[in-house]
């Protein structure tokens, strides 16, 4: 990926990021240029035409992205969690496939959660005068609205699969219905499939307990920390922004520059430190990911437990991630006052969007279970135990 034109990109992005959440205005074009530029590619191995970049070049990418525009960064989640899933795929033929259509541009959307009473998958696979027909319902459905292509769970006779079909298929329908207060750019809406025809050739079993998920788990939280950390450097760049020009300090007579208050200083030197350590975390966790997976992929001996130790190790980020920057959002307020409050300044957004993905996978549960690793080396599990 040419970094000049990620940078110019970044730069355009950063530009309209307010503006286009007051408008609830979907970056369609910034995700198509990103992708062009090969954003979401960039792990393709280099012996099949690809970058073959590292997960600390790629997590890196992220958070820059995300300090310009935490939405359009939010949308590639689910894409390149499919390209690691390629990574780890023993099909030749499988593999080969896909990376020829990650290099063409095609995007990937993720569809995996469903809206219910338990976490039971009702989506489902049947077989109708020969041919595959995929019905179901999914929420929260990140990037769906931008992708050339769905990823999604479902059954087939009683079995786990996961299942990915063409967004322009018949029977596909992609709603812009996301309704949380943050993060309201990322396409995260309803996915409905309707007798949905498919290839078999798309349909590939799933075992919830093997390394893939267990690395994917810590992947796709890795990335939403790689978000948050690029929200504290966007709250820090505005807050830096919207006190340069100032020449009133709440509560003073006169003119009291508040670039020259201790107590604003004092504000930004935490928002400055949050998002340094942020980042700095996030970098350290996509080290041991990185670390892992190009173990498991080499047949050394020991993976698995690397790939644990790696999911752990994000877990362990969550914790100190998450709860920085949502502080960190919210005392960005202290720097101007009510002035700060001003909807066309849209510092607020920067708190929604931190809040909103720290909903995501709540960190109380990754808490639990990292002490219960710790005490009593009991391995993690995909879903918590009904009950």
């Not at 020829?100 to 469903?114: I, M, P, Q, T």
């Not at 309704?179 to 290839?199: A, I, P």
């Not at 928002?271 to 340094?276: D, E, F, I, V």
């Not at 920067?350 to 996978?361: D, E, G, V």
């Amino acid at each position: 990926m040419d970094d000049e034109v990620f940078t110019d990109l970044l730069v355009e992005a950063r530009a309209g990021a307010a503006e286009r959440e007051r408008r609830r205005e979907l970056p369609r074009d910034l995700v198509s240029r990103l992708t062009a530029a090969g954003l979401p590619s960039a792990r393709v191995p280099a012996e099949h035409g690809g970058e073959g970049a590292d997960l600390v070049t790629v997590f890196d990418r992220l958070v820059r992205l995300a300090r310009a525009d935490s939405n359009v960064a939010h949308v590639f989640r689910g894409h390149l969690a499919f390209v690691e899933k390629q990574l780890f795929e023993t099909d030749e033929d499988v593999r080969a496939r896909w990376f020829a259509r990650f290099r063409d541009g095609r995007l990937v959307g993720n569809a995996v959660s469903e809206s219910g009473g338990t976490s039971d998958v009702s989506t489902a696979l049947r077989e109708a005068d020969g041919r595959l027909l995929l019905t179901g319902r999914k929420f929260y459905t990140t990037g769906c609205l931008y992708a050339d292509w769905i990823d999604t769970s479902a059954t087939w006779d009683g079995a786990a699969v996961q299942v990915s079909v063409p967004t322009g298929a018949a029977g596909v329908e992609v709603v812009d219905d996301w309704k949380g207060f943050g993060q309201r750019l990322t396409g995260s809406g309803t996915t409905t499939f309707t007798d949905v025809e498919v290839d078999r050739a798309e349909v590939r079993p799933v075992d919830p307990d093997d390394d893939l998920q267990t690395y994917l788990l810590g992947f796709f939280q890795l990335v939403l920390l790689a978000v948050s950390a690029g929200i504290a450097h966007a709250a820090l760049d505005d807050a830096v922004e919207f006190v340069r020009p100032r020449t009133r300090v709440f509560g003073y007579a006169g003119q009291v520059r508040p670039r020259e208050h201790d107590l604003v200083q004092a504000v930004v030197g935490d928002l400055s430190s949050a998002a340094s350590v942020a980042r700095a975390v996030v970098l350290h966790a996509a080290r041991t990911l990185d670390a892992a997976q190009r173990a498991h992929r080499g047949g050394a001996a020991g993976s698995p437990d690397a790939l644990r130790e790696a999911q752990l190790e994000v877990y362990r980020a969550q914790q100190v991630v998450l709860p920085l920057v949502v502080r960190a959002t919210s005392d960005l307020f202290e720097v101007g006052g009510a002035s700060a409050t001003d909807v066309d300044l849209g510092l607020d957004r920067h708190w929604r969007n931190a809040r909103t993905i720290a909903t995501h996978n709540p960190a109380v549960h990754r808490k639990r279970a990292i002490g219960d690793w710790e005490l009593n080396r009991t391995p993690t599990r995909r879903y918590l135990p009904a009950g």
